[in-house]
């Protein structure tokens, strides 16, 4: 891509730009972190929660920048007198432009994918598994990015932001072309769609799969209508939509559906009507723990479904990824097939080892809802007792560990409180914020500061028929603490328990 098409591509954000002394200079790359600039880049400069990017315009061309994108006129003003010889751009907004130009720069891959959004508080990073899991079945070849990574075959990236940055996201649709993927499954945040990270994307299917209050604080989400808002743009972007009928503002989301024409597909465990409905849900253990439920739906047809992944939500994941896929087509065959050895990383994912004293379970609860879910699930095999290990991360909502501690005090045999991230928090700070809530209740507890010492306090405890929880980092592979992120796996800190 040269200069020349860089300022045809934002010509519909453009409010201003400054003459190009030679449009046939090709860019290398498009960066909005001055540290990653290299000769030949275009440097998007975009007003942050934190920092400026502005302030680093001169940083760039000092690094050999071949053109500036802004959205500030006084820097605009400024800059652009004081390097005549280097194109500026101001732009109505500096993220959409950052998300036009990528899409263009990468050669509109997102155009050549299928893509499924998910959005929602909780669910979507196993859905999306789930998802991918039934259209592979089906003979699609589909990617899954999101919380725990981009994953396509061998293919694997871990990601920062359950929806990365525009730039990332748009690269990641061009390796995943390449590779010969035709559709991709991807979690859609509410910060992505208030932040355009998604902006332009065309959305073959949009789906919600419920909303409790999170992600609300400062540099987040001013209050709840706000999340509320930002989760519903997702269904302005999407042909189809898929609604879990049982969630909280549903009827919200349908009557955006509805007043975009986008014809809506909904799912329930409690509304026959709906167009697929799931009963008689079975929880058992056969080689691990395992959930069997039926499905009806609105044109006549049942059948029997059996997941390899426990708990009362697996059941509204399980049938949240049958409606889409159904709905795009895909026999149920292919659907019930995939899901019978269906597996999730970090979400009620076994620890295999065959010497644990009793299963030990990794899950990325790290919210109120998703730990009491987990609890919801856990118990339905009623198990004898339940030791639950978990922390809280640093520099997040306190609100988080009030009502973390709650909850684990009010279900957990015993809860075990350590480390998470507790990036440049003090770690006592963030235990007694929990413990604010834990003190709610009547709950046992212990404090294990290191969080490998916690785990095996755990497993000491354990006894057949217990159940072992590892909450808050799910498929997270380090600690994050003062800055400086050390490997920490907990599956090999199981396993190595026994050496």
């Not at 609105?298 to 390899?308: A, H, Q, R, W, Y």
Request: charged share 25%; with cysteine.
């Amino acid at each position: 891509m040269n200069i020349s098409k860089v300022y045809d591509v934002l010509s519909s954000l453009t409010l201003r730009s400054t003459p190009m002394n030679d449009g046939s200079k090709c860019i290398s790359g498009i960066v909005y972190d001055s540290r990653e600039i290299r000769t030949s880049d275009v440097f998007v400069a975009i007003t942050g929660v934190k920092t400026d990017g502005h302030i680093y315009i001169p940083k760039s061309i000092e690094s050999g920048a071949y053109a500036i994108i802004c959205e500030n006129s006084l820097f605009f003003e400024e800059y652009s007198l004081k390097f005549p010889d280097i194109p500026f751009i101001l732009v109505s907004s500096a993220r959409k432009a950052l998300a036009v130009l990528s899409r263009h720069f990468y050669d509109n891959a997102c155009d050549k994918l299928s893509i499924i959004g998910i959005t929602g508080t909780k669910g979507k990073t196993s859905t999306s598994f789930m998802i991918a899991k039934i259209l592979n079945q089906s003979g699609k070849k589909c990617g899954i990015i999101g919380t725990t990574g981009a994953y396509f075959e061998d293919y694997f990236e871990e990601m920062s932001h359950s929806t990365p940055e525009s730039r990332e996201l748009h690269r990641i649709f061009a390796k995943l072309v390449s590779l010969g993927a035709t559709h991709v499954v991807m979690e859609v945040s509410s910060q992505a769609l208030m932040m355009d990270r998604v902006y332009g994307l065309s959305f073959d299917v949009g789906i919600f799969t419920n909303i409790t209050p999170d992600h609300i604080s400062e540099g987040e989400h001013k209050d709840f209508e706000d999340y509320l808002y930002w989760k519903s743009r997702l269904f302005t972007m999407c042909r189809m939509a898929v609604i879990n009928k049982d969630a909280d503002r549903a009827d919200f989301i349908l009557d955006v559906c509805c007043k975009q024409n986008i014809d809506a597909i909904t799912y329930s465990c409690t509304d026959t009507s709906c167009a697929f409905f799931a009963h008689d849900e079975v929880f058992y253990i056969d080689k691990g723990m395992k959930t069997r439920f039926a499905v009806d739906t609105n044109k006549g047809d049942s059948f029997e479904v059996s997941v390899s992944v426990p708990g009362k939500f697996s059941v509204f994941n399980a049938l949240c990824a049958i409606s889409t896929c159904l709905s795009m087509g895909c026999d149920k065959r292919a659907a019930t097939d995939a899901l019978k050895n269906v597996k999730v990383i970090g979400r009620i994912e076994p620890v295999e080892n065959p010497r644990l004293p009793c299963p030990v379970i990794i899950d990325y609860a790290h919210n109120a809802m998703s730990l009491e879910s987990l609890f919801t699930a856990i118990k339905a095999y009623n198990p004898k007792r339940i030791f639950c290990v978990f922390g809280c991360g640093g520099n997040r909502s306190k609100l988080r560990r009030y009502e973390m501690g709650e909850i684990s005090g009010k279900y957990a045999t015993l809860s075990i409180i350590t480390a998470d991230n507790s990036r440049f928090e003090e770690l006592d700070d963030i235990i007694a914020d929990i413990l604010v809530g834990m003190n709610k209740t009547n709950g046992k507890y212990e404090i294990v500061k290191d969080r490998k010492d916690a785990i095996y306090r755990a497993i000491d405890l354990g006894r057949e028929g217990d159940i072992i929880l590892l909450a808050g980092k799910g498929q997270e592979t380090y600690l994050d603490i003062k800055g400086v992120k050390t490997h920490f796996d907990e599956r090999e800190v199981v396993n190595s328990y026994f050496n």
